[in-house]
């Protein structure tokens, strides 16, 4: 049987971008992916086109020396674009005027990272799609009858992870997958006269309530809209079928968007919904094998930071493989340790961020809180970060971001009724939020 | 292929009963195990030799009209008798004067529940290991390589159920497997002269903060004794190891036992630790598929509570069968649906229990209140049930009872500190209750 240094299962944006960080180190690394090479052929799925890259993706990016090879294919989005029923605009900016994240296409990225890994000497084996998994010999059967042992494998295989499918049935392996009530499927909105339909460096978000539509911008002018929506209930997926049910719901949520995508009602009947699944385990790894990224901890994408979160996981895992030595036996059970609280933050805060887009950006008070924060930001740049800037434009651990981020909601929650964001006195606040970071210490 | 009506995967306690009844309706029933047959094999594996028998599982083997076969080999424990560090004894009443809870053998009541199953009309096939199942066609393959089809296939085959495993990997399934940190060893307690070596009718509670040893009566005068115990940390099965280790433990917390089971530290070191976990899915059907019993809510056992509410899943499956006219179509979401709230919340009393067992028993606040609770059920027999007894000697949906409880501990924790549970004034408690219960409605 062929043995392996490192073998990486899974060649998508975690698998490649660990492979090259790990070959980095003088490891041998192979990679094993059940698709095609998605060099050679557009990679199809029910996986969404593009993604929102931020600050922790790109840090990771630029310690592997492969940002430079993306950077001109990201399109920065500055803030939220809000249509409200009657087409008007609101825009709400991510963070400061220098502050942004960027629409990318997960296609694009992913051909980058595998041609950076593959010129450092990773070895890419597309087409093979792994059967069985001995965990106890860190050993694995391909489809097509091969086999292999390695010293460590690891598991960027995604939310339905074979790796993590065999760490199930070990003994005491807590395990979650939890599906929302919400679907999503995507439309494409073309570029018009060459140019993008609207406004190119924003999210756009149709909050309504209870479900909502958002548009990201791809390089080629045309938008790929996401409606996040229920599967079940009055108005859904289920009940939404024929041609008139979906017209007159576009017409009656949606009514700018009918020009912009003429053919709306053709694109929501042949495209499929596709579910949301969040994924907790713990622990994270079993003898020589680590699950990393979505594997482990997929989360939904309401807080744009699966991919940023799998890419900090790949700068964390280098990070503390220096310090202690590559000393696998180690460095496992240390990653599983020390990163699942934050991934469990940001599983919980990616959950709770859906009902903020969907809902809340379109409510005055939330919006008013988000101008006194933006105020108090200013004025006290080293003391308050809005939650959002905290994960985004951030290295903080996620668990640290959402416990600052429920110490400031307290404090806002103490605003009283129809006040007045410009005039709010801020030393208070921040008085009230100083002794409550003390308390918690 | 052949082609059956009713399949049952797991002969087991709950299979077998669920056989009985559904064949009492006229069906077809053929039920697989994988092991052999306990009736000419001794069982052996790592699940616990006896059970706690009570209320809802009586009913429901009243209703199948086995009751009778068991009846003689039950061992009534009427409270829990509590043996502190000194190896004094105290007593707490599980209810009232005529109720109790009975201790039973799982392969002597497994046995008598084939036998019956089989009188019945039954088809049991030992010894068949279901190696595939068709979702979609309902079709199942065993590894002698033999197949059938069935309109309906009922997976009672346990906490590591294979008819989940292939639930868990359709669309939008919910599942969830949460071991807790404690484990459980058993260690038997031989009779003393022909007779039991302790007052039989009482389950036996060493309670020793974070962990504790019980013991049930088995009918040859000996008892199972089970420790429950972490299985990392300081003081934990990692930690004791060698036979003074053992020693030093057993001299230390439980000294009234050492006498009682000379061999203590043979035993300790022979038997193995069994981990216990935690199932929740939803939901537990998938076409024409549904899980039962442990199956789709496994628990932990520190209710006394997972036979019994199996057998009440069965009670519950018939009765709401017989309502939709055994139309499964209908009575598997049904069932689904309708039930599930109650395996949620006897799945958090049970994890709930075990702090209550461990620690709060030797506690005298808490021993107090029980006090209180018992006068108030004597005043007031129509209207306050302790939530115990409302779980373990009453039909209340478990949801019901865990939200009356709740209520229930809302007024209890009002009781001052160092309060004489003799001199408690009943009728502003009653009061509270009464207005609190209204509240919730």
């Known amino acids: 049987m062929p043995q392996n240094d490192i073998t990486i299962l899974g060649a998508g944006l975690v698998g490649s971008l660990l492979g090259s960080f790990i070959r980095s180190e003088g490891f041998g690394v192979d990679v094993y992916e059940m698709r095609s090479d998605p060099r050679t052929i557009e990679c199809k799925g029910g996986r969404s086109i593009n993604l ?35 087409g008007q605009l609101y825009t709400q900016s991510y963070g400061q005027a220098d502050q942004h994240i960027n629409s990318v296409s997960r296609n694009g990225l992913n051909k980058v990272l595998i041609n950076h890994a593959e010129q450092r000497g ?35 295989d995604g939310a339905y992870s074979m790796l993590r499918q065999k760490m199930e049935y070990t003994d005491r392996f807590n395990f979650q997958q939890h599906y929302i009530e919400h679907g999503y499927k995507e439309l494409r909105m073309e570029a018009k006269n060459g140019d993008f339909a609207m406004e190119p460096n924003y999210l756009h978000i149709w909050p309504r309530g209870n479900f909502m ?26 009940t939404l079928q024929s041609a008139s049910d979906v017209d007159d719901f576009f017409k009656n949520y949606f009514p700018d968007v009918i020009e912009l995508i003429p053919d709306y009602i053709e694109q929501f009947q042949k495209n499929t919904a596709s579910s949301l699944v969040t994924i907790r385990t713990k622990p994270w790894h079993y003898h020589n094998s680590l699950l990393i990224g979505d594997a482990g901890h997929a989360i939904v994408p309401f807080y744009g930071q699966g991919m940023n979160a799998g890419f900090e996981d790949c700068r964390l895992l280098l990070e503390w493989g220096k310090e202690l030595n590559f000393d696998w036996n180690k460095v496992l059970p240390y990653f599983s340790q020390h990163r699942k609280k934050d991934a469990d933050a940001i599983a919980d805060l990616a959950l709770n961020n859906f009902i903020e887009m969907r809902d809340h950006v379109a409510d005055e008070r ?22 959002y800037s905290m994960v985004t434009f951030s290295d903080l651990p996620y668990s640290e971001a959402m416990r600052i981020g429920q110490l400031q909601r307290q404090v806002m929650n103490g605003l009283s009724d129809g006040f007045d964001p410009k005039k709010v006195e801020l030393a208070p606040l921040m008085e009230q939020f100083n002794s409550l970071m003390q308390d918690a210490h």
Chains 1, 2 share one sequence.
């Open 366 to 387: 939330f919006l008013n809180i988000k101008k006194v924060e933006a105020r108090l930001q200013e004025a006290y740049p080293d003391h308050w970060l809005p939650l």
């Open 52 to 86: 929102a890259l931020s600050h922790r993706g790109i840090r990771a990016l630029k310690m592997a020396g492969v940002y430079a090879d993306i950077k001109d294919q990201l399109i920065p989005m500055k803030g939220r674009r809000m249509h409200d029923l009657n």
């Open 122 to 156: 990773v070895n890419f084996h597309f087409g093979y799609k792994c059967t069985d998994i001995n965990l106890e010999k860190t050993s694995i059967t391909f489809q097509n009858g091969e086999e292999v042992t390695s010293n460590v494998i690891f598991g960027s």
């Open 213 to 238: 539509l958002i548009a990201l911008p791809n390089p080629d002018s045309s938008f790929t809209c996401t409606l996040f929506f229920p599967f079940e209930g009055p108005l859904s997926f289920q």
